[in-house]
């Protein structure tokens, strides 16, 4: 969930008459992430307890799964009849929301249909109130329900929800202009500025996992890739993001950042009409040994490349279908990898 960069979430329990009361009266509560305390807003609150948790950025639409206990035994069902197709149906008050029952597979190879769907956003209270007590109706909810959607419609999580899954949609990563962070706090570069820019501190990943970085990558090359200068995009090993930029064929203001750079993670373009042979230049092999570079990728018109600490990642394989891509330039990072026990691949975009 804070990957995805969600910054709340939903307690739900289990909607039968086995849920505890202090379970049943937190589910459908909504809590930050960064509060999360397990045994006080978050499940296990007990032994044995089955309740979970799903992402929240607005009010939950569709349904959920409810056990239906209107006539039942020690949490069985015993009252069935066989229809005019041989399934069978219960028998129950439990009353109709879409009439879609849920069939469940035992551990002992029993398939029951003592399941229900009802709105996903009914809280136990509310449930255990419309089909267990009987002192709220279905339809005196649905107004309730009603109400806090039209409000709901208009949250800023709600707002940032939707723009995340048009973007999404479309194609694009989503940014912090467009409400969302993908989960890395990445914004967008400005490639009008003047080359040979110094490192500028742009972002931060909020999470640095291997998902966060890679969509980190992707969002910064995307933006790179036909700018008419160099730019890199470094990720340092706390997860501080910079930027900065060089001339045609080089990055001379990188080495500016110092020790940040020790253990980055870099990303890098090589300009249309620049010496670039598709693969790293000596240069940046340097680069990647002097600072111990976590990994280091290039892009240009035709291809990614990446250098990395994986020995057994080597791009060394010559065939009839790619010897024609396999450039005297490739050979020699082919050769510096294997030499120095680097990771080295090198694909099409």
């Known amino acids: 969930m804070r990957t995805a960069e969600f910054t709340h979430y939903q307690f739900m329990a289990t909607l ?35 309740c979970t948790i799903v992402a929240y950025d607005g009010l939950q639409y569709g349904t959920r799964a409810a056990r239906d206990f209107g006539d039942s ?5 015993v009252s069935l009849d066989a229809d005019e197709s041989g399934d069978k149906k219960i028998k129950t008050p439990f009353g109709e929301v879409n009439g879609t029952k849920v069939k469940i597979t035992l551990s002992n190879g029993e398939v029951v249909d003592h399941y229900r769907r009802v709105p996903a956003d009914m809280s136990y209270r509310d449930w255990k ?12 909810w649905r107004a309730e329900f009603d109400a806090r959607r039209q409000a ?28 969302g962070k993908v989960g890395l706090a990445a914004g967008n570069i400005n490639l009008t500025v003047t080359q040979g820019t110094p490192p500028k501190l742009i972002g931060k990943l909020e999470n640095v996992t291997a998902n966060a970085i890679q969509k980190t990558l992707e969002h910064y090359e995307a933006q790179i890739v036909t700018a008419p200068v160099e730019h890199a995009v470094i990720i340092t090993r706390r997860g501080d993001i910079y ?33 670039n042979e598709y693969t790293f230049s000596e240069s940046d092999c340097r680069l990647f040994t002097r600072f111990n570079l976590e ?45 120095k026990g680097f990771g080295y691949r090198r694909w099409l975009r």
């Not at 505890?20 to 397990?38: F, H």
């Open 16 to 50: 039968d008459r086995r849920t505890c009361a202090r379970c049943g009266e937190r589910d459908g509560e909504v809590y930050k992430l960064s509060e999360m305390n397990q045994g006080e807003n978050a499940p296990p609150m007990h032994a044995r307890c089955r």
């Open 295 to 339: 990994q280091l990728r290039g892009i240009d018109e035709r291809f990614i490349y990446e250098l990395n600490r994986n020995s057994e990642d080597i791009d060394n394989i010559v065939t009839l279908e790619n010897a024609d891509e396999y450039t005297f330039r490739h050979g020699q990072v082919v050769d510096f990898a294997l030499t």
């Open 129 to 140: 109130a419309i089909y267990i007590d009987k002192t709220k109706s279905l339809d005196t």
């Open 243 to 275: 930027h900065c930029s060089g001339d045609l064929n080089t990055l001379p203001t990188i080495e500016e950042l110092g020790d940040e750079l020790y253990g980055a993670i870099v990303t890098h373009n090589h300009p249309v009409g620049s010496d």
């Open 152 to 179: 709901d419609e208009q949250s800023p999580l709600r707002q940032r929800g939707r723009q995340v899954i048009d973007d999404l949609s479309a194609g694009r990563l989503p940014t912090a202009a467009s409400g």
């Open 73 to 77: 035994v020690k949490g069985k069902s």
